[in-house]
């Protein structure tokens, strides 16, 4: 039983297309995130998100948009690829948005821009 | 603007010795503080965490320890084995009333447990 997961694993696309990214959980978590590991392995908070509220690392491009058809699941919807959105992108969840909650992340998706 | 700083891009240890794993932070608003371990092609794992009222807190062979003053914390991990070798990320959180906006990482350091 996979608690976060992510599709797909691998996603190699060229530049100025629109791709997503897909997050399910089935952890019942009230919260979940995306990160993003630029290729100097920094993981760096792009998105928390609960059924109340959406924050936003003022950092992320507009391009950049999550979005949330129920509970379980957080999509991420990139527009016009860039070569520099290239980089590993993590999907986590917590029980609650708050410091002390573990947050519980998926494998990553590898994503390639040409 | 590294808030969470893990110096060591690497470590190299003896099976069954202690690694210890160290962390420093600037920001001093961070008051939840947590390791996570990664291998290669899965998401990091939750591995030990501390709160800024504690200065120690064990789970079995995993001990985190937390210098407020310094803004340092480190992991020890004793003994050391195979399965330990990954990498280990420090992260840190504040707490924003309700609105936390995610866990700051360092940049992880890579232990290699040799036999």
């Known amino acids: 039983d996979t608690a976060v997961s992510q599709t797909p694993k691998y996603l190699v696309t060229q530049m100025g297309n629109d791709k997503s990214i897909k997050c399910e959980q089935n952890?019942?978590?009230?919260?979940m995130y995306w990160y993003k590991q630029d290729s100097k392995k920094f993981l760096k908070i792009m998105f928390s998100y609960n059924n109340k509220e959406l924050i936003i690392n003022e950092t992320v491009p507009n391009r950049f948009s999550p979005k949330s058809p129920d509970k379980a699941h957080l999509n991420l919807h990139i527009n016009s690829l860039e070569l520099g959105d290239s980089a590993v992108y993590f999907c986590?969840?917590?029980?609650?948005?708050?410091?002390?909650?573990?947050?519980?992340f998926g494998p990553g998706t590898r994503l390639t821009v040409l | 603007d590294q808030q969470v700083k893990q110096n060591s891009p690497s470590l190299s240890v003896q099976e069954g010795r202690i690694s210890i794993l160290n962390c420093d932070y600037t920001?001093?608003?961070?008051?939840?503080f947590l390791w996570y371990k990664k291998y290669p092609a899965e998401g990091p794992t939750f591995l030990i965490s501390i709160s800024s009222i504690k200065d120690k807190n064990e789970d079995g062979r995993f001990t985190v320890f937390l210098n407020k003053s310094a803004k340092h914390l480190s992991l020890h991990i004793v003994p050391s084995q195979p399965g330990d070798s990954a990498v280990y990320f420090c992260?840190?959180?504040?707490?924003?009333?309700?609105?936390?906006?995610?866990?700051?990482f360092g940049k992880g350091t890579h232990l290699i447990i040799q036999p």
């Open positions: 920001n001093s608003m961070f008051d939840y």
């Open positions: 952890l019942g978590h009230d919260t």
């Open positions: 992260a840190a959180s504040k707490w924003a009333g309700g609105g936390a906006d995610g866990l700051t």
């Open positions: 986590a969840s917590s029980h609650e948005r708050g410091s002390t909650d573990t947050q519980y």
